[in-house]
């Protein structure tokens, strides 16, 4: 009886989740020790001989185009950008190369590691970023990015509003 009672607890768990992925909720990840790994992996295998390096809280990120000589930003700055963000699988979930548009944010409202980051950047420069769950949108995600999720983002760089 107790087998029985735990396969339809998890049968339950299981249409409940593929029901919130189906309505454009990520699904729940938070008991999947394997994909919590994997997102683990995905920061583990970035190296220092492929030119990343660590910022505060564990940020990866890597100048892909650049010298960081431009311009720089500050977190109290307004600034414009291209960018993509995808998952550790490749998938994309945002990205304004995509829709040909490039986007302007004040830095002090991105996540945290978008305010690590771009401060290094010169106007002009390209990065990547990999991005620790804690420095992204934490444990409890947002819209489709599940709670947990590293992320991977390319920034470049564009412009920094007069203040």
Avoid: C
């Avoid at 409890?140 to 991977?152: D, E, M, S, V």
């Amino acid at each position: 009886m107790r087998f029985v009672t735990l396969l339809a607890a998890a049968g339950a768990a299981a249409l409940s989740s593929h029901a919130a992925a189906q309505d454009g909720q990520p699904a729940d990840r938070s008991e999947d020790v394997a994909w919590h790994n994997q997102q683990q992996a995905a920061l583990a295998m970035r190296s220092y001989k492929d030119g990343w390096s660590y910022l505060d809280g564990g940020l990866l990120w890597r100048r892909v185009k650049g010298t960081g000589q431009g311009p720089k930003p500050r977190v109290a700055d307004t600034v414009t950008v291209h960018y993509a963000g995808r998952f550790t699988d490749g998938t994309s979930f945002d990205s304004s190369f995509d829709r040909g548009q490039p986007a302007t944010f004040p830095l002090r409202r991105l996540i945290k590691a978008w305010q690590l980051a771009i401060p290094e950047m010169g106007v002009g420069d390209t990065i990547e970023i990999a991005v620790p769950s804690d420095l992204g949108y934490g444990p409890f995600g947002k819209g489709a990015i599940p709670g947990g999720a590293t992320l991977l983002f390319t920034i470049e760089l564009l412009g920094i509003a007069e203040s």
